[in-house]
């Protein structure tokens, strides 16, 4: 079996003061290998970060499976407890969105250092890593001491690339990590995807700039426009 068989995934939101639920995607079904890249597009609207965000559990997804072959065994993510998927989490999938979400008064270093340290690497060693791939991401050494809550969003992505990529996962699911990078930076981080891809880790992304991880990419997932539906039952296309 894959690494992740995606079986007739659905999500809708419920728009309470419209009276309206929102389906962005409905029986989706698609699957992913070790070291395999798909990409998922797809108009505004789509669903393409809903897709994401619902096989990390961010969002609860209406309907569907989504079998993860993990090193513990086989897990539904959209059913697993909370508590197996913040396992999954520390351990075997990773996320990158295009917001760094950090804690007030946690230099840069601190933060890509911590997955790290949860794995049981020591400070010396986890700090050299850190140093080693901020570096190459381009994130100029006097800012490594500095709170990121600070950064322009271009340094604020680097830190958040770097924290994702710092320890080793079997999964990985990218969403617009390169919207808010230049093109040295882009160029970076598309090394370090095919350096991932060449370990044997399975990525599923959205990305603003296709074209430059286009030789990376195995199968494209492509999501049609979103789909409405009133208190009635009756169905528009929402643009």
């Not at 993860?68 to 969105?97: C, K, P, Q």
């Not at 830190?159 to 040295?184: G, M, Q, Y």
């Amino acid at each position: 079996m894959s690494l992740l068989q995606v079986e007739n995934i659905a999500k809708q939101f419920h728009i309470d003061h419209l009276d309206r639920v929102i389906g962005v995607f409905d029986r989706l079904s698609f699957s992913v290998d070790s070291g395999e890249f798909l990409i998922v597009t797809g108009q505004n609207g789509a669903g393409k970060s809903s897709l994401l965000r619902c096989l990390y559990r961010t969002y609860i997804a209406t309907s569907g499976h989504a079998w993860y072959e993990s090193r513990h065994g086989m897990v539904d993510l959209l059913a697993a407890a909370d508590v197996d998927i913040a396992l999954l989490r520390r351990e075997e999938i990773g996320f990158v969105t295009q917001f760094l979400r950090s804690r007030p008064r946690v230099s840069t270093l601190e933060l890509v250092m911590e997955p790290l340290l949860d794995t049981g690497i020591s400070e010396r060693g986890a700090r050299t890593q850190a140093e080693s791939i901020l570096e190459d991401l381009g994130l100029k050494n006097d800012l490594w001491g500095a709170y990121p809550t600070t950064f322009s969003g271009g340094e604020q992505q680097k830190v958040n690339l770097a924290r994702a990529f710092i320890s080793p996962r079997r999964l990985l699911l990218l969403d617009e990590p390169t919207a808010s990078l230049d093109r040295e930076a882009r160029q970076s981080l598309v090394r370090r995807l095919e350096e991932l891809k060449r370990q044997g880790v399975a990525m599923i992304g959205v990305f603003h700039h296709p074209e430059d991880i286009q030789h990376l990419v195995d199968r494209t997932i492509e999501l049609s426009a979103a789909l409405s539906v009133s208190a009635n039952g009756a169905f528009e296309h929402v643009d």
